[in-house]
């Protein structure tokens, strides 16, 4: 069976592309410039491997906007829309309440008070312009491709529901208690670059339960390209700055698993994906549109129909 999803809306892209290369650009001042934020970023990180680890988040989240964005229809985009704007809430939040901390006084080199005013207008802009989208979003009955759904298997749902609670506990705790959450974190941080890590972990703790709630293997594509692009990007800063991490505690072995079971919820979400495009290439003979779901065990076959419905359940 089949569900008929409706279009994206054309500004709504187009605030993703955009997004997806002010990101690109954020992660490549932390991740090329680690030892220069005093004059290449918005706000002075002492600790290198803070600075790559954001950047490796900015850079991998790049790849979920531009996925986003290239989305045949809203039910794939959605994920990558609210996590996006979740994100950047949290994000401007965080800048108002550690104003005093960004490069915007005369004593501060002009290339980073440049980098700073342009922070300040992205996340009071971003988050302004995607509601915006966002009403323009509900109001479009052009439809969208049509696309067998097909629920994730067991293992995938509790693994995204294991990520969500971890993710969001951890970046809730860094957010609100900075200074006592700290002290679990493997390296480190300061109350603001603890507050900046707390809202990339809601972010990405948010788009797993959103995954979850979606519960299709092609409408979480995004997630998974996200996921091995964040997993990988994440190995290259360890390798580059590792040595900053206490590797005789706990927290030091616990980043390292939740790294690795967002990597293999990544993996497992792009397999199953190739899987269904495959299968669905021989049942129809190499004819089909491109929002294709995705099988897995454990319920792999179980199709639903009722895209309206799905789409009511996680806007």
């Known amino acids: 069976?089949?569900?008929?999803?409706?279009?994206?809306?054309?500004?709504?892209?187009?605030?993703?592309?955009?997004?997806?290369?002010?990101?690109?650009?954020?992660?490549?001042?932390?991740?090329?410039?680690?030892?220069?934020?005093?004059?290449?970023?918005?706000?002075?990180?002492?600790?290198?491997?803070?600075?790559?680890?954001?950047g490796a988040a900015y850079w991998s989240s790049a790849v979920l906007e531009i996925a986003g964005a290239r989305s045949p229809g809203w039910g794939r985009a959605r994920l990558t829309v609210w996590t996006v704007l979740v994100f950047t809430s949290l994000t401007l939040v965080v800048t108002l309440v550690h104003l005093d901390k960004f490069h915007l006084g005369p004593g501060f080199a002009t290339s980073a008070?440049?980098?700073?005013?342009?922070?300040?207008?992205?996340?009071?802009?971003?988050?302004?312009?995607?509601?915006?989208?966002?009403?323009?979003?509900?109001?479009?009955?052009?439809?969208?491709?049509?696309?067998?759904?097909?629920?994730?298997?067991?293992?995938?749902?509790?693994?995204?529901?294991?990520l969500a609670v971890v993710l969001l506990a951890g970046g809730v705790a860094l957010l609100l208690a900075p200074g006592w959450a700290a002290d679990g974190w493997p390296w480190a941080l300061t109350d603001l670059t603890a507050r900046a890590v707390g809202a990339w972990l809601v972010g990405l703790g948010w788009?797993?339960?959103?995954?979850?709630?979606?519960?299709?293997?092609?409408?979480?594509?995004p997630l998974g390209l996200t996921g091995v692009a964040f997993l990988v990007l994440e190995v290259v800063a360890l390798l580059r700055y590792g040595d900053a991490l206490d590797w005789t505690g706990g927290p030091g072995v616990a980043f390292v698993l939740v790294l690795a079971a967002i990597g293999v919820a990544g993996t497992w979400i792009l397999v199953l994906g190739r899987s269904v495009r495959r299968t669905h290439r021989d049942n129809s003979g190499g004819v089909g549109g491109s929002g294709v779901g995705g099988v897995g065990g454990g319920g792999a076959d179980e199709v639903r129909e009722g895209d309206a419905a799905a789409r009511g359940r996680t806007r």
């Open 1 to 54: 069976m089949t569900g008929r999803d409706v279009a994206v809306v054309r500004p709504m892209r187009v605030i993703l592309v955009v997004a997806a290369v002010l990101v690109f650009l954020a992660g490549l001042q932390l991740t090329v410039f680690p030892l220069r934020t005093a004059d290449w970023f918005a706000w002075t990180i002492d600790v290198p491997m803070t600075a790559v680890f954001l």
């Open 207 to 221: 788009a797993a339960a959103h995954a979850r709630l979606i519960d299709d293997v092609d409408r979480v594509q």
């Open 113 to 162: 008070r440049l980098v700073t005013w342009g922070w300040l207008a992205i996340y009071a802009g971003v988050p302004v312009a995607m509601l915006v989208a966002l009403a323009l979003q509900a109001t479009t009955r052009v439809p969208g491709p049509r696309a067998t759904l097909h629920r994730l298997p067991a293992g995938l749902r509790l693994l995204l529901v294991v």
